[in-house]
């Protein structure tokens, strides 16, 4: 735990990075997602058993509705918003491992889709320089989909922190489920999204 602790306050805690703009499609392309941001990590804190980070997103993040003629036609929703996040984490005597969850904890949007969503963190390693880690959503969020409604569904995702010519870089890897909200269960989508790339400046 102290190798991850000493990684984050060198090269985490106190960065800010931007993310470029990035496209992706919806409903098999009815749909089309245009999202940037900029992140700051800060508020490092830590005990002899774990540590919690805060992440700070201001984002850019519109979703259009597409034209038969493949033309971006209507504004179907806007998450841009400023939000604050968290990381906790605290090392497992059982399994001699470290776990936690990731939760927002406020927000400045109308239209939040990560309010009231918690996501449990696993998987956490230092390797090479290369901090990684797995999060798994629980239960579901909203996701718009055509005529005005939305669709629950839930993301597993890979993040990636390492250094890459002194500058920090974070890698945010999602995959989507559609939920099943009488079984509780998820099933493959068809949407895709691209991997969130963060370089700091």
Request: proline share 2%; hydrophobic share 35%; glycine share 6%.
């Amino acid at each position: 735990m102290k190798k991850i602790i000493d990684f984050i306050e060198e090269n985490v805690n106190g960065r800010t990075l931007f993310t470029k703009e990035l496209v992706y499609k919806l409903e098999d392309g009815a749909l089309e997602g245009v999202y940037s941001d900029q992140i700051s990590f800060s508020n490092l804190k830590y005990s002899q058993s774990g540590f919690q980070l805060d992440m700070f997103i201001v984002a850019n993040e519109k979703i259009w509705l597409m034209g038969a003629d493949g033309q971006r036609e209507e504004l179907r929703k806007d998450f841009s918003a400023v939000s604050l996040f968290r990381f906790e984490l605290a090392k497992r005597k059982s399994t001699d491992t470290m776990t936690g969850c990731f939760r927002m904890i406020s927000a400045s949007g109308r239209n939040v889709a990560a309010e009231a969503v918690v996501s449990g963190i696993y998987d956490i390693c230092l390797e090479n320089n290369v901090l990684k880690f797995s999060e798994d959503q629980v239960l579901y969020r909203d996701q718009p989909i055509q005529d005005g409604q939305s669709k629950p569904v839930a993301f597993q995702s890979e993040h990636r922190f390492y250094c890459e010519d002194g500058k920090l870089h974070y890698e945010y890897n999602g995959k989507c489920f559609d939920y099943d909200i009488n079984t509780m269960q998820r099933v493959n989508s068809s949407d895709s999204f691209p991997p969130f790339v963060s370089i700091e400046k």
